[in-house]
Protein backbone atom coordinates (compact mmCIF):
# COMPACT_ATOMS: atom_id res chain seq x y z
CA UNK A 1 0.00 0.00 0.00
CA UNK A 2 1.62 3.36 -0.74
CA UNK A 3 0.93 6.21 1.56
CA UNK A 4 1.91 10.06 1.02
CA UNK A 5 3.12 11.53 4.22
CA UNK A 6 3.23 15.59 4.12
CA UNK A 7 5.00 17.66 7.01
CA UNK A 8 6.01 21.37 7.12
CA UNK A 9 2.82 24.00 6.95
CA UNK A 10 2.23 26.50 9.59
CA UNK A 11 1.57 29.91 10.14
CA UNK A 12 3.68 32.53 8.50
CA UNK A 13 3.48 35.88 8.12
CA UNK A 14 2.85 37.94 4.66
CA UNK A 15 6.33 38.06 2.92
CA UNK A 16 7.49 34.74 5.01
CA UNK A 17 8.46 31.24 3.42
CA UNK A 18 7.24 27.97 4.15
CA UNK A 19 9.04 24.31 2.94
CA UNK A 20 6.47 21.69 2.51
CA UNK A 21 7.80 18.28 2.27
CA UNK A 22 5.83 14.73 0.83
CA UNK A 23 7.44 11.57 1.59
CA UNK A 24 5.66 8.54 -0.68
CA UNK A 25 6.21 5.19 0.75
CA UNK A 26 4.88 1.73 -0.12
CA UNK A 27 5.39 -0.50 -2.84
CA UNK A 28 5.84 1.73 -5.68
CA UNK A 29 7.69 0.73 -8.86
CA UNK A 30 8.01 4.13 -10.74
CA UNK A 31 6.22 7.66 -10.30
CA UNK A 32 5.41 9.64 -13.19
CA UNK A 33 4.03 12.79 -11.62
CA UNK A 34 3.98 14.12 -8.40
CA UNK A 35 2.32 17.56 -7.22
CA UNK A 36 1.17 20.10 -4.99
CA UNK A 37 -2.61 20.96 -4.79
CA UNK A 38 -4.51 23.31 -2.53
CA UNK A 39 -8.11 24.57 -1.37
CA UNK A 40 -9.19 27.20 0.11
CA UNK A 41 -12.39 27.68 2.32
CA UNK A 42 -15.12 27.83 -0.03
CA UNK A 43 -13.08 27.03 -2.84
CA UNK A 44 -12.47 24.04 -5.27
CA UNK A 45 -8.95 22.71 -5.32
CA UNK A 46 -6.77 23.73 -7.36
CA UNK A 47 -3.10 22.43 -9.04
CA UNK A 48 -0.13 24.38 -7.69
CA UNK A 49 2.76 22.79 -9.07
CA UNK A 50 3.45 19.69 -10.51
CA UNK A 51 6.88 17.61 -11.15
CA UNK A 52 7.78 14.97 -13.41
CA UNK A 53 10.10 12.36 -13.26
CA UNK A 54 12.03 13.93 -15.72
CA UNK A 55 12.26 17.22 -13.85
CA UNK A 56 9.65 19.24 -16.09
CA UNK A 57 7.27 21.76 -13.92
CA UNK A 58 4.66 23.41 -14.40
CA UNK A 59 2.94 25.95 -11.84
CA UNK A 60 -0.17 27.78 -11.34
CA UNK A 61 0.49 31.39 -12.99
CA UNK A 62 -0.31 33.24 -9.08
CA UNK A 63 2.74 31.16 -7.85
CA UNK A 64 5.09 31.55 -10.53
CA UNK A 65 7.99 33.62 -9.42
CA UNK A 66 7.53 32.44 -5.54
CA UNK A 67 6.71 29.07 -5.37
CA UNK A 68 9.30 26.34 -6.59
CA UNK A 69 8.58 22.38 -6.60
CA UNK A 70 11.72 20.08 -7.03
CA UNK A 71 11.78 15.95 -5.71
CA UNK A 72 14.29 13.90 -4.75
CA UNK A 73 14.04 10.34 -6.99
CA UNK A 74 15.77 8.45 -4.26
CA UNK A 75 13.58 9.61 -1.41
CA UNK A 76 10.35 9.38 -3.74
CA UNK A 77 9.80 12.70 -2.06
CA UNK A 78 8.70 16.27 -3.39
CA UNK A 79 9.30 19.65 -1.92
CA UNK A 80 7.23 22.85 -2.33
CA UNK A 81 9.66 25.84 -1.37
CA UNK A 82 7.34 28.92 -0.78
CA UNK A 83 8.18 32.68 -0.55
CA UNK A 84 6.65 35.84 -0.19
CA UNK A 85 4.15 34.14 0.92
CA UNK A 86 0.94 36.36 0.49
CA UNK A 87 -2.90 35.93 2.30
CA UNK A 88 -4.50 34.41 -0.63
CA UNK A 89 -1.86 31.17 -0.06
CA UNK A 90 -3.65 30.49 2.90
CA UNK A 91 -5.40 26.65 2.16
CA UNK A 92 -4.99 23.20 2.59
CA UNK A 93 -2.31 21.96 0.44
CA UNK A 94 -2.27 18.35 -0.35
CA UNK A 95 -0.02 16.01 -2.11
CA UNK A 96 -0.33 14.13 -5.05
CA UNK A 97 1.32 11.10 -6.73
CA UNK A 98 0.72 9.50 -9.94
CA UNK A 99 2.69 6.22 -10.72
CA UNK A 100 2.73 2.93 -10.80
CA UNK A 101 3.33 0.31 -8.45
CA UNK A 102 5.12 -3.41 -8.84
CA UNK A 103 1.61 -5.12 -8.82
CA UNK A 104 -2.10 -3.68 -9.29
CA UNK A 105 -3.62 -0.82 -10.86
CA UNK A 106 -2.12 2.92 -11.80
CA UNK A 107 -1.60 4.85 -8.54
CA UNK A 108 -3.14 8.31 -8.18
CA UNK A 109 -2.64 8.72 -4.57
CA UNK A 110 -3.53 11.95 -2.01
CA UNK A 111 -1.94 12.46 1.33
CA UNK A 112 -3.93 13.76 4.24
CA UNK A 113 -2.59 17.56 3.54
CA UNK A 114 -1.22 20.04 5.55
CA UNK A 115 -2.74 23.98 6.48
CA UNK A 116 -0.78 26.51 5.66
CA UNK A 117 -2.03 30.13 6.90
CA UNK A 118 -0.61 33.71 5.76
CA UNK A 119 -1.65 36.20 8.64
CA UNK A 120 -0.20 39.32 10.41
Known amino acids: QVQLVESGGGLVQPGGSLRLSCAASGSIRSIYLMGWYRQAPGKERELVAA???????NYVDSVKGRFTISRDNTKNTVYLQMNSLKPEDTAVYYC??????????????WGQGTLVTVSS
Open 96 to 109: NLQGRPWLGAALDI
Open 51 to 57: ITSGGMR
